[in-house]
């Protein structure tokens, strides 16, 4: 008798309905800030009063910034450079993530989720193929979709079968069901897979254990952030993607690359352990919210703003747990063919797809590289991965997933700051700013994503394309640039009698920075 098969729940969709129940929670428990003459600091009857210590502006803009740096800096798992890079152009391309971090830090969620579903996509491709023993080409084999048969700049906007609105609407139905159905279920079973993912860690750092070259998840993040480079001729040539590792080793024209896990780890400049400590001062900054909100204590704007950067910020750990950190140099692969050259299997463009965008192209080039949209990458950046790479075709339902936790953790995040709609700020117009930026920032990228199915069924110019989406991204960057000035700006003439400066005082015992 046959049995059929329990739908399984997405990993990234039960992570986002835990993270979106508890965020509800923290909408329904903070309360309004007094006004500067009211120092009410009654207790809810149901809690007993705890002691109070002090604290000093320092305690707050320390602990804020310290958090914030965490989440914009440390969390950030960048692709490998180019071994032409220098010092400054490694630097400077860290900063343009840091800052596109502070002005949309979803992207760089979204950035982290893409390279995940990619990761265990070709993971399982791999060892489908028996890797490193590749075979022959099969017919199960899946073929890249070719892009570049799509018209000119128009295919950056036109996004497939998954932006017809009947079949995303079906894919997002089937994505709620599973995702609702299994969260209880996920949350049964966490504790029992964090035992295992423990022991696991263990296993993986025995010193017995013998050299496995067999392809994992870490492989699969290590080949997407550019760790294998092809040389030629004793010099770097091309950094290889899964299909071409795949398709050289087939044509025999480089040997399956040796490396393992633990090898790929020893490169990484973080482990559990560091970046374990980040998470612990992350969690703790959200507790101490979580507390202060219990028991109706005040809260800066600062700490708001910083507790959305730190919500998504779990997230991003989450996915990118296996992907090695700071890896600044790939692993050489070399090309032994003497019958053929790499001209015959990997192709290179002299031409950039964005530049028809002119002053614009810094502006969308990070959502169209996710997109995986570019049919060509040009020989200048050949010698390293894109920093928000999407060559990587997902599936329908992946994608579908990744479009709405995309939407919804720029929702959350907005939605945070709508915390503060009570707060008392020094002036009107702060007050006024603020709202108004904190709406904006959580509608706007409903309107934006939907403005897409409408121009796609108008089939309209891909100059109206242009201009409405530069609208839309001068209009968020306008209201997350307020916001982030608001959140220090806000702090200048807090009344020296205010509950901000009291804390719960079991909290500062807790082990923090």
């Known amino acids: ?115 995940w579903f990619s990761a265990r996509q070709v993971t399982r491709q791999f060892k489908k193929l028996g890797y490193p023993s590749v075979g022959p080409q099969s017919e199960s084999y899946e073929e890249k979709e070719s892009v570049a048969s799509r018209p000119g700049l128009l295919r950056i906007f036109h996004l497939h079968r998954i932006f017809h609105l009947r079949s995303f609407f079906r894919l997002l139905r089937k994505v709620l069901a599973k995702g609702t159905l299994f969260v209880l279920a996920f949350l049964w079973h966490f504790p029992g897979t964090l035992v295992r993912w423990v022991r696991s860690l263990v296993k993986a750092d025995s010193p017995e254990q013998s050299e496995d070259y067999m392809w994992t998840e870490t492989h699969s993040f290590f080949v997407l952030m550019g760790g294998f480079m092809l040389y030629v001729d004793e010099e770097p040539y091309h950094t290889l993607q899964p299909d071409e590792v795949l398709d050289l080793i087939r044509a025999e024209c480089i040997d399956a690359p040796t490396l393992t896990a633990k090898q790929i780890h020893d490169k990484s400049k973080g482990n559990a352990i560091s970046k374990g400590l980040i998470i612990l001062q992350v969690a703790w900054f959200v507790m101490q919210l979580i507390t202060r909100a219990i028991y109706h204590l005040e809260t800066t704007q600062l700490e708001v703003g910083t507790l959305a950067f730190a919500v998504l910020n779990f997230l991003t750990y989450a996915v990118w747990w296996n992907k090695p950190l700071n890896v600044q140099c790939p692993h050489p692969v070399y090309w032994k063919s003497t019958k053929s050259r790499p001209d015959s299997y990997i192709d290179h463009s002299e031409r950039d797809e964005l530049a028809p965008l002119g002053i614009l192209a810094p502006v969308f080039r990070p959502i169209i590289e996710l997109t995986g949209l570019l049919s060509a990458v040009p020989t200048s950046r050949k010698l390293r991965v894109l920093t928000f790479d999407g060559s990587i075709k997902l599936k329908d339902l992946n994608t579908a997933v990744l479009l709405l936790a995309g939407l919804l953790m720029a929702t959350t995040f907005g939605g945070i700051h709508c915390m503060a709609w009570s707060f008392a700020f020094p002036t009107y117009l702060e007050h006024l700013l603020w709202r108004i930026s904190a709406v904006v920032i959580t509608c706007t990228p409903w309107p934006s994503f939907f403005t897409l199915f409408l121009f796609n069924d108008l089939n309209m110019p891909t100059a109206v394309y242009i201009i409405a989406y530069a609208l839309y991204v001068m209009l968020y960057v306008a209201a997350r640039a307020i916001l982030l000035v608001l959140m220090f700006t806000t702090l200048r003439d807090l009344p020296h009698d205010s509950d901000v400066f009291k804390a719960v005082l079991w909290t500062s015992l807790v082990p923090h920075l």
């Open 1 to 115: 008798m046959r049995h059929t098969p329990r739908p399984k729940s997405h990993p990234i969709m039960r992570l986002l309905v835990v993270l979106l129940c508890g965020c509800l929670y923290l909408v329904e428990v903070v309360q309004a800030v007094p006004t500067a003459n009211t120092t009410n600091t009654t207790t809810n009857d149901s809690f007993k009063a705890p002691s109070f210590t002090t604290r000093t502006l320092w305690t707050i803009v320390s602990s804020s910034v310290l958090t914030l740096f965490a989440c914009i800096y440390t969390a950030i798992h960048p692709n490998i450079p180019s071994p032409k890079d220098n010092t400054l152009h490694i630097l400077r391309r860290r900063v343009g993530i840091m800052i596109m971090a502070l002005i949309a830090p979803e992207l760089i969620v979204a950035w982290a989720m893409r390279q």
